[in-house]
């Protein structure tokens, strides 16, 4: 017979946990399946003693939205497990259009819908609803191939097997993020099904911006090419083109002079966002994020790489002392006096940043790689 866990993290949710533990022990019964219910809590209330008294597994206290599923999925034994809030706010008595699909094989992860679906009055802040939800999903959907209409709907439901696929490692709200990106990494058949949305009792735990831009982190760390990478290389080739043009062509005269400043200020942008993408995409590799990738990218991660990474940048570091050096010689001998040098300065000011930066990337990357195996 197959047995079906429902996880529910909680946080002060003693008005509401009792008639969502009833409609989860009602599906129970629909089905005819062995279940358990799992709260894990975080309550300064009644909630996990009101959920252990009606015979839910209490774990806790689990802080973090991330952490309490992390532990809650960890300790479920179902053949199929299902997610949802302890606020009622998802009808767990809506399950039947995630288990009936999951059982009949049709899919491996379904995802609720509340675009799709119904939202009650006052049940999404109109913010969420029609600009930052459609934005984060169209995000997500343009970056990993994903067809989802709300990435951010906290009802879901998955096999035992498919959860085990997933490395969710995540602690906080991205939590929401990475199981769809590790679903769809691992080639999981996602399903979408409508369902209704219904407003809180207590107020809510959400912070828009900055739950938001965790999300939007949290999908650069996966992908550090599309976010930094490519628009880095192509700030810093521009800055190339304009600087070197304007010096090959002998052009930095006064009316040139602000297309010069432009050209370099590129350079440095440029070379500051390449930087930081190689920083996520270091982590993410000794994180295990895209094992599948690791061969090819890793190539430039090895200490060898590295070092002439450390070596053209001091060579570039070095030039741009150098000039700068030439410009200090040039107004000791005149004297101390004015001094018409400033291509020259800033000439140097963005070779001792692009040569600094590349050694603190070298130095950076390094100790990063202190932690993974040598041979990469």
Known sequence: MPSLSIVMPSMNEEETIRICIEKA???????????????????????????ASM????????????????????????DYIAIADADNTYDLLELDKFLDPLMAGEADFIMGTRLKGDIKKGAMPWLHQY?????????????????????????????????????????????????????????LR?????????????????????????????????????????????????????????????????????????????LILGGQALSTGGYLKTYGLIRGMYPNNKGNTTKWLNYHSLEKELFAGSIILVAGLLLGLKVVYTWISSGYGSLSEVKSAVISMV???????????????????LEVDTDW
């Open 25 to 51: 022990q009602s599906i129970f019964k629909k089905y005819g399946i062995e279940g358990e219910i799992i709260v894990a809590d975080n309550s300064s209330d009644r909630t996990a003693e009101i959920a």
């Open 55 to 78: 015979g839910a597994k209490v774990i806790g206290p689990i802080k973090g939205y991330g952490n309490a599923y992390l532990k809650g999925l960890a300790e479920a034994k179902g």
């Open 131 to 187: 600009i930052g939800n459609p934005f984060l999903t169209a995000i997500l959907n343009l970056l990993f191939g994903t067809r989802i209409s709300d990435a951010h709907c906290g009802m879901r439901a998955f096999t035992k097997e498919a959860l085990e696929k997933m490395n969710l490692k995540t602690h906080g709200m991205e939590l929401a993020s990475e199981m769809v990106i590790e679903a769809a990494k691992c080639g």
């Open 190 to 266: 996602i399903k979408e099904v409508p369902i209704t949305y219904y407003s809180r009792r207590a107020p809510s735990k959400l912070r828009s911006f900055q739950d938001g831009w965790r999300h939007i982190r949290f999908m650069m760390l996966y992908r550090p090419l599309p976010f930094l990478f490519l628009p880095g290389a192509v700030v810093f080739v521009l800055g190339v083109l304009i600087t070197g043009s304007l010096l090959l062509t002998g052009d930095v005269a006064e009316n040139r002079f602000h297309s010069f400043i432009l050209g370099c200020m590129l």
């Open 351 to 369: 070779f001792a940043f692009i040569g600094l930066q590349m050694i603190f990337s070298a130095i950076i990357l390094s100790v990063m790689l």
